[in-house]
């Protein structure tokens, strides 16, 4: 199995470096990059061309479904874990029909985050929101 290239979206300095050191501890999933805001993200993903793109649905300059719309279109096997604060089936859906292929709470990461990316990889599709 390969190694997952994992690219991470998120506003915060201070949560980017949350899930660095949560994946960091998975010696088989490697960070390609990280990303602040959306305005760079169609170049990044076009340079890096991660597997995975985690993205914190609270963005500066866009959303967790404007994000993956863009993945969605431009890398069609590039899977988007969209980590969010609560549960809500209809955000759920709309994330969903945006090119989401995984939701998980913010408050469950250290729990699912990894387990879900290594799902995602090995092409299974997973709604684990905690």
């Not at 390969?2 to 999933?29: E, K, M, W």
């Not at 994330?95 to 990889?121: E, H, M, W, Y």
């Amino acid at each position: 199995m390969c190694r997952p290239q994992v690219l991470i979206v998120a506003t915060h300095s201070a949560f980017r470096g949350v899930l660095r050191d949560l994946l960091s501890g998975a010696p088989d999933i490697d960070i390609v990059g990280e990303v602040a805001n959306t305005a760079d993200l169609a170049r990044t993903l076009e340079r890096l061309a991660p597997q995975v793109v985690l993205v914190d649905i609270n963005l500066a300059g866009g959303s967790g479904l404007s994000v993956s719309r863009e993945v969605s279109h431009h890398l069609l096997s590039t899977h988007v874990v969209i980590l969010i604060e609560e549960d809500s089936r209809t955000y759920r859906q709309a994330l969903l029909d945006a090119g989401a292929n995984a939701l998980v709470r913010k408050a469950s990461i250290a729990q699912l985050l990894i387990p879900c990316i290594r799902k995602l990889v090995g092409e299974e599709v997973v709604e684990d929101v905690g």
